[in-house]
């Protein structure tokens, strides 16, 4: 079983090879130009000459994408333990954070800038815009879906409503905030990426538009492949702490 | 109108009892659930309360723990309450330890003094060397027997349990139903038990009553005075047998 599970992740990688090498091929067999589409080597030699310039506005945005991440929790988790205790909050405000999931980020990154500067402060409170609602989603969900079985044996021991939320809503919820949590990550940096596109100071979306101005197209694909890496290295990280968090769950039968 | 036996007479006093319920009515949305329910425990007994499912036993639990209240009629316990529900309801994020000391620690008992407490019980319920263990990697008797610790770590006077061997196969059942007394004689403590198994609570009880389906009333109150040092013998007394026709017919 093991064996095959190996093997099976070797096709992916071997598709990915085989895409590039055609890439290379065909843009060199038709002489495409750089402008129009670069070659892979192209945007690895583009990497490498701009590396330190990318990496700093790599940092740009991860600074943004992760201090607006965490303000998201913690917004997260207060307007849902508020949502949970007090009925009349949830009512208010559960229809409201639905509806604003359709107001489109592009159309009011703008008004952001246009209030908040050309700094990294728009691009946090979109990326926390983003983040937001999934988290605070499952985290509402997750508080509700407790059996109620659970809060009857609860509240047959006496345990007071802080005893409950700490011994069984909050570690019930962490489930379901995970799957958010992961959403969110998605999100992230792409929502940080898009809102430094529409103005800013630093940034690897600042760095892509410029790169785009100046028809340096080996340098926005080098670009885009940093923001994937840089994806995928985040989505990995969080899965990692998130399982650390939930071991009880992956634990096996059998002792 | 049903017939109803007036059941505190039967004791001597009445007064000795530990739990004693009556004229205890209930109804949900206007659906009479309880009818006129009298039942008395006295201190170290087994009560059985049998009866068809969906007959509203739970809800006089519900009414004895304070978890719902009662429409008219008189509650009295002398005592803290364990309740011990069908489903183990152990916490999946907490190992054995954690979850059987959990009505010690809503208690506010320091860390030393629970886990002591609850490592003087872990050998008499076979869970010694599993305080580190999760839930899921438990069977099924040994979660029901956590549960049932955890039951006693909230209150070692009166113990409820809700069909407690329900979810359980056969042969686990029968075993848990045999552990249960020896727990019983080692804890002398108050149990209630629901049940919906006649052989189970010919086992087990001291005495049984006999609810209706709903409006749940009490039809008949049964006591057991025969193999009471070695209730195992009792599944093959005839007495056992004649009973259970008697049960079966009032069904």
């Known amino acids: 079983m093991k064996k095959s599970t190996n093997i099976d992740k070797l096709y992916p990688v071997l598709s990915i090879i085989t895409i590039i090498f055609l890439w290379q091929i065909i843009v060199d067999l038709n002489n495409i130009p750089k402008y129009i589409l670069p070659s892979p080597k192209d945007i690895a030699l583009a990497l490498k000459d701009d590396f330190n310039l990318i990496m700093t506005h790599t940092k740009v945005t991860l600074y943004e994408s992760f201090v607006g991440f965490i303000f998201s929790i913690i917004l997260a988790f207060l307007l849902a333990i508020l949502m949970d205790s007090f009925t009349i909050i949830k009512k208010s405000f559960y229809p409201l954070l639905v509806i604003s999931q359709t107001i489109p980020t592009i159309a009011i990154a703008p008004i952001f800038i246009i209030w908040f500067g050309f700094g990294t402060l728009p691009k946090i409170i979109m990326v926390i815009m983003a983040c937001f609602f999934p988290i605070v989603i499952s985290l509402v969900d997750g508080l509700e879906k407790i059996d109620n079985d659970y809060l009857r044996l609860f509240k047959t021991m006496n345990a007071s409503k802080l005893q409950t939320f700490y011994h069984l809503k909050l570690p019930y919820a962490i489930v379901h905030l995970l799957s958010g949590i992961k959403i969110a990550a998605t999100y992230m940096i792409m929502t940080a990426v898009v809102s430094e596109w529409l103005g800013g100071e630093g940034g690897i979306g600042v760095y892509m538009v410029r790169a785009k101005n100046a028809y340096a197209l080996d340098k926005v694909f080098a670009s885009i492949l940093v923001i994937m890496v840089v994806s995928i290295l985040t989505i990995y990280i969080i899965d990692f702490l998130g399982n650390k968090l939930i071991h009880w769950k992956t634990k096996k039968k059998g002792v | ?251």
């Open chain 2, 1 to 251: 109108m049903k017939m109803h036996l007036p059941t505190t007479s039967y004791h001597k006093g009445g007064y000795s009892s530990i739990i004693n319920l009556n004229g205890i009515e209930k109804s949900f949305d206007d659906i009479k659930v309880l009818e006129n329910i009298s039942i008395s425990i006295e201190k170290g007994e087994l009560v059985s309360l049998l009866g068809p499912s969906g007959c509203g036993k739970s809800t006089i639990f519900n009414i004895i723990s304070g978890l719902t209240p009662q429409d008219s009629g008189k509650l009295y316990i002398d005592g803290t309450i364990g309740y011990m529900q069908q489903k183990d309801l152990l916490l999946p994020w907490k190992n054995i330890m954690d979850n059987v000391a959990l009505p010690l620690t809503i208690k506010g008992i320091n860390k030393n003094a629970r886990e002591e407490k609850v490592k003087k019980y872990l050998p008499i319920v076979g869970l010694e060397g599993y305080e580190k263990s999760y839930p899921s990697q438990l069977s099924g008797g040994m979660r029901q027997r956590a549960s049932f610790l955890r039951t006693l770590m909230a209150s070692e006077d009166i113990m409820l349990l809700d069909e407690p061997f329900a979810s359980l196969d056969s042969i686990t059942k029968s075993k848990m139903q045999l552990w249960l007394l020896k727990m019983k004689s080692k804890l002398n403590n108050t149990i209630l038990l629901i049940t919906h198994d006649i052989d189970e609570a010919l086992l087990l009880s001291d005495r049984i009553y006999i609810l209706s389906s709903k409006p749940a009333t009490i039809k008949k109150e049964i006591t057991l005075d025969f193999n009471m040092d070695n209730k195992k013998e009792r599944l093959l007394s005839t007495k056992t047998l004649k009973l259970k026709e008697e049960i079966l017919k009032l069904l």
